[in-house]
């Protein structure tokens, strides 16, 4: 299991600013490291890390042309132990630092990589957001795996994280997401041309986002 050393402190951490906040530790623990773990009704969603740099390198190159389309450029590095495991690495120090949160989605039963997503540039403060990205393998696409793993996720980042935005973009050409944000009620809010360096080439994106169905009435608790 991974880095069992830094759990330890990390509970005085949490029991202390508990206590700071007033909130519950079970609470707090649970939000902070109750490793957001998650169960849909097939699919079961979990933080990824270092010893996951086999599975998730065998996603990437199964997955190679299908993802070319939409993720940026990618060299022969990419498709390395050594490249997934730094940003695995990278990946951990990112939810540790409350900046990114990271999920592996896959079948409750396996450890077979379905997909992934991510929600990242965690701002707190007044603004409360971050970045949606997600992808799933080729052959996994059309049963609505995804819509149920972003449900599941969306609900720990509004009512477990306390995030009040959640922004996601998409190329104006990438209708299987465009869908998908839209029956998960994500709303257009704009339109930025070469908005991202896409496979190439600056491509323009389609900006939505959703806002916590519990706006209005939340109180941030982080203070940055
Ligand atoms: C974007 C992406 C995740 C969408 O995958 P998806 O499987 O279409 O998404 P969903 O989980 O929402 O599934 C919806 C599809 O499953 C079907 N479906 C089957 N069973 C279903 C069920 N039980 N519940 C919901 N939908 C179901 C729906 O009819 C729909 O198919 P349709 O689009 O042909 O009508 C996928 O195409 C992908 O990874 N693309 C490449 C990476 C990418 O674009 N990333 C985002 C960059 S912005």
Redesign the pocket.
Known sequence: MAHPVTKIPKAFEFARLAERLRLPLELYAQATYGHHNLTTE?LRLRPPVIDDQKRVLAYRLA?RE??Q???PERDASYYTLETVEAQLTQIELDMEAKSALHWLIQPQDSEEVL?MCSFTNIVRGAFQACHL??????A???????????TAALAHVFEVQKLHRVM????PD????E??LQ??GFEREGYARQYLHINGAWAD?VLTSLVSPGAGTYAPHHKT
Request: proline share 3%.
């Open positions: 097939r997955n299908h993802l389309p939409w993720e997909g990205g997600f992808s799933l393998a080729g996994q696409q059309g049963k609505g795996y995804m819509q149920e793993a972003l996601a973009n998409h190329q990438n209708l299987a997401s869908k998908l029956r998960l994106h």
